[in-house]
């Protein structure tokens, strides 16, 4: 201790320096790039089973709209709680058995099939129409001008339909092709059509004839369960990428029966 005057000034041991804490250790790369691909894979299903889900047009049965190998990008909140499908809009559903051709039925190949199960390629194995009547309703083809009634109410469908003005009627492909009548549509089903009318196996093409007696009644309409949900977007290619909106022709129709 040195002494100053009247100060008194104690002498301290230098401050000893922190201990080094030991250095983090890192992954190896191969287990961050596993970790990684599982949270994708994790997020891609979570998106895909709740949210949305990429598919793909396999056949022009939605022309002009969608071309085939369209891919396209589904939503599913639409249909959340108590949400329907709508008159109008566009929707995806699975197969309801007998309606989709072998060839169209999935994507080629073990890993493409792989990925489609979780979200990560574009889905096969559904079908993609456009939604002309929910429970309750009647549609009748066709009146004068070649137009589908619904309830009564003509639909003005030039706007989304293949070749308007060059197709006789907006009916086809189902019985009489321009005169039929299907429904009362069911509680819990919908009537769908393609907007390519005469290359589109759809409702009105599930109709029984009076002569077919291997015909299941009934086989034209599709169950709301097997609707994966509405598509929102074409998302490629580029050039026809764009989204979809319901047509206002369907805002006039009436309620059904």
Not at 42 to 67: C, E, H, N, R, W
Not at 71 to 86: A, L
Request: charged share 20%; glycine share 10%.
């Amino acid at each position: 201790m040195t002494t100053s005057g009247d100060e008194t000034t104690a002498e301290r041991p230098p401050a000893s320096k922190p201990a080094k804490k030991p250095a983090k250790k890192h992954r190896p790369l191969w287990q961050e790039t596993l970790l990684l691909v599982v949270i994708a894979i994790v997020v891609a299903v979570l998106l895909k089973t709740f949210f949305v889900q990429a598919f793909y047009i396999p056949s022009p049965s939605m022309v002009p709209g969608l071309v085939k190998n369209d891919r396209i990008m589904v939503e599913k909140p639409s249909y959340w709680f108590d949400g329907t499908p709508q008159r109008g809009d566009v929707v995806v559903f699975e197969d309801p058995g007998d309606w989709l051709p072998a060839e169209e039925a999935g994507p080629p190949g073990p890993v493409t099939t792989g990925l489609s199960k979780i979200g990560l390629y574009p889905a096969g194995g559904h079908l993609v129409k456009r939604v002309i009547g929910v429970a309750g309703d009647t549609i009748v083809c066709c009146d004068s001008e070649g137009r589908i009634s619904v309830n009564g109410q003509p639909l003005d469908e030039d706007d989304y339909v293949n070749q308007p003005t060059t197709s006789p009627c907006r009916g086809p492909e189902g019985p009489g092709d321009c005169d039929w009548t299907a429904g009362p549509v069911p509680d819990g089903n919908i009537f769908v059509m393609g907007d390519n009318r005469y290359h589109s196996a759809d409702s009105s093409y599930h109709l029984c004839s009076p002569d077919d007696t291997a015909c299941v009644p009934g086989d034209e309409f599709v169950d709301e369960d097997l609707v994966v949900g509405r598509v929102a977007a074409v998302m490629w290619p580029r050039g026809h990428a764009g989204w979809l909106h319901r047509p206002a022709t369907f805002a006039d129709v009436p309620d059904g029966g």
